[in-house]
């Protein structure tokens, strides 16, 4: 992911994995699922990227008319960051991405 020449690729690809995710939950009728952040662990990938990735492909298909979602749960862990830190940034990343 370090790579510039693959960071286009590689943010389709995990946009993908969420999409696919996502349609999974509706064809099975599913009204909650609990999803992980990918790639930003193993792979250490640009986590912000990473984390806009996952909340922008997940807002825009809880405002679809598809999502038979009702709730989306995220595991969030944070490492040797400040747990508090790192709520408030996925929260903002939320907020980017409805607003």
Same mark, same amino acid.
């Given at each position: 992911c370090r790579v510039p020449a693959q960071e &286009?690729?590689? &943010? #389709? %690809? %995990?946009?993908?994995?969420y999409q696919s995710s996502l349609d999974e939950a509706s064809k099975l009728n599913l009204t909650? #699922?609990? #999803?992980?952040? %990918?790639? #930003?662990?193993?792979?250490?990938c640009d986590y912000k990227t990473a984390l806009n990735v996952m909340m922008g492909t997940i807002v825009r298909f809880l405002l679809s008319d598809?999502?038979?979602?009702?709730?989306?749960? %995220?595991v969030v862990?944070?490492?040797?960051?400040?747990p508090?830190?790192?709520?408030?940034?996925?929260?903002?990343?939320?907020?980017?991405?409805i607003l």
């Open positions: &286009q690729r590689w &943010q #389709i %690809l %995990l946009q993908n994995a909650s #699922i609990t #999803i992980p952040p %990918l790639s #930003i662990g193993v792979f250490k598809t999502s038979t979602l009702q709730e989306v749960i %995220l862990w944070s490492g040797s960051k400040n508090e830190a790192m709520a408030q940034e996925w929260l903002h990343a939320v907020d980017t991405h």
